[in-house]
C-alpha cells in the first residue's frame, strides 16, 4: 500500500521527512529521492544488506569531481572497506576547500526513527530549510553508527533539465537492450 503525504511549502527535506513519522513503524526506514536515479544495479538491495551486515544506517555514495562538491552533501571517512566505510561526519555543500571528501551523498538512505527527534529541534539552516543532513550529523555526533554504501549501479541525476533529458535517454537505451 502506497500513502502520499504533501509538503504545502518547500521547507527541506526534513520537514518533508517529519511529514511521514506517523507511517514509519520500524526501528529504521528506507527513503529515496526521486531526482537521483540508479540504474543497472539494486542500489536499495546492496544498501539494505549493508544496513543487515552492520545493523546500522546507511547513506548512498560516490565519488564525484572535487570541482563540484559544493552540490552535494558530502562524508568524511573513517574505516573504509572495499564496497563501503563508515561516516565520520557529513557536510552540506561545502566549498571544495572545505570538503572532507570526494564522496557525495546520493538521494538513498536507510535513517533511524529515531531521526524525527532530531528534525523536531533542528533551526531552518541555508534557505530557510530543514536539512536532513543537520540531523544525521548530530546522530554521528551522539555515537549513531552511519555506514555508506559505495554503489555498484549507474548513478542518474535528473535534478536539472538537461540531466533530466540525459536520463530519459540513457533509460530508453537501457530498456532497448
Known amino acids: 500500500m502506497i500513502k502520499f503525504v504533501y509538503q504545502d511549502k518547500p521547507k527541506g527535506t526534513g520537514d518533508a521527512i517529519l511529514k511521514c513519522k506517523n507511517y514509519i513503524k520500524s526501528s529504521h526506514f528506507l527513503m529515496l529521492f526521486p531526482d537521483d536515479l540508479i540504474i ?71 535513517l533511524p526513527k529515531t531521526i524525527m527527534k532530531k528534525l523536531k529541534k533542528i533551526k531552518p539552516g541555508q534557505g530557510g530549510e530543514v536539512h536532513i543532513t543537520d540531523a544525521i550529523r548530530e546522530l554521528i555526533h551522539e555515537g549513531e553508527n552511519f555506514y555508506a554504501n559505495i554503489f555498484k549501479g549507474k548513478y542518474l541525476d535528473c535534478g536539472t533539465l538537461s540531466g533530466y533529458i540525459n536520463s530519459g535517454v540513457e533509460i530508453s537505451k537501457e530498456n532497448k537492450k
Open 40 to 110: 543497472k544495479k539494486n542500489c536499495s538491495k546492496e544498501m539494505i544488506s549493508l544496513h543487515n551486515k552492520t545493523k546500522s544506517s546507511i547513506i548512498a555514495t560516490k565519488i564525484v569531481e572535487r570541482s563540484s562538491v559544493s552540490r552535494w552533501g558530502m562524508l568524511s571517512i573513517k574505516n573504509k572497506k572495499k564496497n563501503y566505510f563508515k561516516i565520520k561526519d557529513v557536510v552540506e555543500k561545502p566549498s571544495i576547500k572545505n570538503a572532507p571528501s570526494n564522496y557525495a551523498i546520493i538521494g538513498r538512505y536507510i
